[in-house]
C-alpha cells in the first residue's frame, strides 16, 4: 500500500513539475519582446556590478527570471550586430560586414538583402504579428526599412542618433570633439535624424530628448492592441540610446550619480519597468517572454559619456569580451526558471529559440548561426552553443571554444592601437580569466589544435557574399562621412 501511494504521489509531483513551457505550447501562444539598446556595456547595470548607476527594474527582472553572464552578440558595432539577431546568421553571410565602413551611413545606398529571413518574418509563419520601435539601421532606403522585412509597423530612426549633424560656427571641429569638448554644447536640433513611421517621416529633426519615453508609449500601446485582439506578437524594441549624443527628458535630468551617461541608463530601466507594469496590468506577463540585452560593448573613446564593461577587456569596436558579450536578461514569470547562467549564448540563438517556441520549423535554405536555447529557459539544462565566432569587418579575429577563446588577430576598438596578427594565436580561459590579461597559449597547444579544427570547419561552409556597406554617396556631405 505504502508503495502504491509513493508511486502516485511521485506521478502527481512529476505531472505537477512538468515544465510549463509544454502547457503553454497547447494552450497560450508565447508573445516575444526584445529590448536592444545601443552601446550600453556589460557593467553598466546594477545587477551586473555598476556600483553607482541604480537600475532597479532590470534588477528585479534578473531576480524574476534568468541573468545570463556569456551572452554574446553577432559583431561590436551597430549595422552588423542588428542582422545578426533578427536574421540568425553570422553578419558576413549576409554582406554587412564590410573592410571599409563598419556600419551604414545616412548616404549608404544599399541594406538588409530582401533574400533574408528575418525573425519578424519567420514569426508571422505561426501568426505572429510584428512591430519595431526604435533604431532600424539596416538600410534607410524605403525598398530596406523594416515594412518591407516582415514588420507590421514601425516607428523610430533609421540610423545612429549621431548620424546627420548640421555643423554649427561654435562647433568647428573634427568628430572626436564634439564629445571630449562640446558635448555640453550640443543640442537634439543639431542631429538632423528623421522619426518615421512606416516609410514616412513624422518629425526632424527627432527630438532625442523624449524619444526613451515616446518609444515606451508605442511600445504599450501595441501591448495593449494585442491584448484586445488576442493576437500574439513580436515587438522589437531598439533604443538609439546609449550611444552618443546623450539626451535625456527634462525630469531625469542630474537625478543620477554617474552623470549624463547615469542619467540616461536610469531612465531607459524606468521605462522598461513601464512595459513590465503594462503586461502585468493587461494580464500578458505570464505568456510574454522579454529579453534585455545591447548591440554592442561601451564606446569607450567618447571616454565619461560611454559606459564601462566592468571587468571585461576594451568595448565596441573590438573583439575582446568588453566589445561583444552583453549584459542579457530573459524574463517570463512562469514560463522560464528564473537562475544566473553560465551558459553560452548569442543574439543569433533568438532565432531558433522564438521558432521553436512558436513551433516554426527553421529555413532549410540557409546556414543559420542560431541554437534554441528553450532547453536551458525552460528547464535549466545545458545548451547546444559551445562556439562563438568574433569577426571585425571581414575577417574571423578570434574564437571561443568552452571556457577557452584563441586571438588570431587584435585591435582596439576603432583604432586605438594597431593591428596584430598572432602566430601563434593569443589564449585565455575567459572563464578564469574574463579580463583577458594571462596568455596561456604555450601551456595549451591541445586547446589551440581543437580551436583550429573548429576554425577550419567553419570556414568550409563560409561563403562570403559581396560587401554591401561599401556603396555609398559621393555627393553626400556630412561630418560623418569617413570611416568609424
Keep these: 500500500m505504502y508503495s502504491k501511494r509513493f508511486t502516485t504521489y511521485l506521478l502527481l509531483l512529476c ?27 556589460y557593467g553598466d547595470l546594477s545587477s551586473f556590478g555598476h556600483p553607482s548607476i541604480h537600475t532597479p ?5 534578473v531576480q524574476e527570471g534568468q541573468q545570463w553572464t556569456n ?5 561590436s558595432v551597430c549595422t552588423p550586430s542588428r542582422a545578426a539577431l533578427l536574421t540568425g546568421r553570422l553578419p558576413v553571410r549576409n554582406g554587412l560586414m564590410s573592410d571599409r565602413f563598419r556600419v551604414f551611413f545616412p548616404d549608404s545606398k544599399n541594406g538588409l538583402p530582401a533574400s533574408e529571413i528575418t ?27 523594416p515594412t518591407n522585412h516582415g514588420f507590421d509597423t514601425y516607428f523610430g530612426i533609421p540610423y545612429s542618433n549621431d548620424m546627420d549633424f548640421v555643423p554649427r560656427p561654435d562647433l568647428q571641429s573634427s568628430y572626436w570633439e564634439l564629445w571630449k569638448v562640446h558635448h555640453d554644447k550640443l543640442k537634439t536640433t543639431d542631429f538632423h535624424v528623421p522619426l518615421l513611421r512606416g516609410t514616412t517621416v513624422v518629425e526632424r529633426p527627432a527630438n532625442q530628448n523624449t524619444l526613451v519615453q515616446r518609444y515606451t508609449d508605442e511600445a504599450i500601446k501595441i501591448i495593449e492592441t494585442h491584448q484586445q485582439d488576442k493576437q500574439p506578437f513580436f515587438l522589437y524594441l ?21 552623470g549624463l551617461y547615469g542619467d540616461v541608463v536610469e531612465e ?39 559606459g564601462t564593461a566592468g571587468m ?4 565596441k569596436g573590438s573583439t575582446f569580451e568588453g566589445g561583444m558579450r552583453e549584459p542579457t536578461i530573459f524574463w517570463g514569470p512562469g514560463i522560464i526558471q528564473p537562475g544566473r547562467i553560465s551558459a553560452l549564448g548569442t543574439t543569433m540563438d533568438l532565432f531558433a529559440t522564438f521558432s521553436a517556441i512558436a513551433g516554426v520549423a527553421l529555413p532549410k535554405d540557409r546556414i543559420l548561426d542560431s541554437y534554441d536555447l528553450s532547453p536551458t529557459l525552460f528547464s535549466k539544462k545545458s545548451g547546444k552553443r559551445n562556439e562563438v565566432f568574433y569577426y571585425r569587418e571581414r575577417e574571423l579575429y578570434a574564437v571561443r571554444v568552452g571556457a577557452y577563446k584563441a586571438h588570431y588577430i587584435t585591435k582596439g576598438g ?63 556631405n556630412n561630418l560623418q562621412n569617413s570611416k568609424r
Design 15 to 41: 505531472f505537477c513539475c512538468f515544465p510549463l513551457y509544454a502547457q503553454y505550447k497547447t494552450t497560450t501562444p508565447i508573445n516575444f519582446i526584445v529590448v536592444f539598446v545601443d552601446d550600453m556595456g
Design 57 to 61: 527594474h532590470l534588477d528585479q527582472m
Design 71 to 75: 551572452f554574446y552578440v553577432g559583431a
Design 119 to 145: 525573425l519578424a518574418e519567420q514569426l508571422k509563419k505561426a501568426g505572429y504579428a510584428a512591430h519595431i520601435v526604435g533604431k532600424w539601421h539596416l538600410g534607410h532606403r524605403k525598398a530596406y526599412l
Design 238 to 258: 531598439a533604443h538609439n540610446l546609449p550611444h552618443v549624443p546623450l539626451f535625456v527628458s527634462e525630469g531625469r535630468k542630474g537625478k543620477s550619480k554617474n
Design 268 to 306: 531607459i530601466d524606468a521605462n522598461v519597468g513601464r512595459i513590465i507594469e503594462a503586461l502585468k496590468e493587461n494580464k500578458m506577463d505570464k505568456n510574454t517572454l522579454v529579453v534585455f540585452t545591447s548591440d554592442n560593448g561601451p564606446w569607450l573613446q567618447t571616454k565619461h559619456l560611454g
Design 312 to 315: 571585461l577587456r576594451d568595448g
Design 414 to 476: 576603432y583604432g586605438e592601437f594597431p593591428l596584430t596578427v598572432h602566430d601563434p594565436p593569443l589564449l585565455y580561459n575567459v572563464d578564469e580569466d574574463p579580463a583577458e590579461r594571462f596568455d596561456i597559449a604555450t601551456q595549451h597547444p591541445d586547446v589551440l589544435k581543437k580551436i583550429e579544427q573548429v576554425v577550419k570547419a567553419h570556414k568550409a561552409q563560409l561563403h562570403m557574399p559581396e560587401d554591401l556597406l561599401k556603396d555609398r554617396d559621393k555627393s553626400y
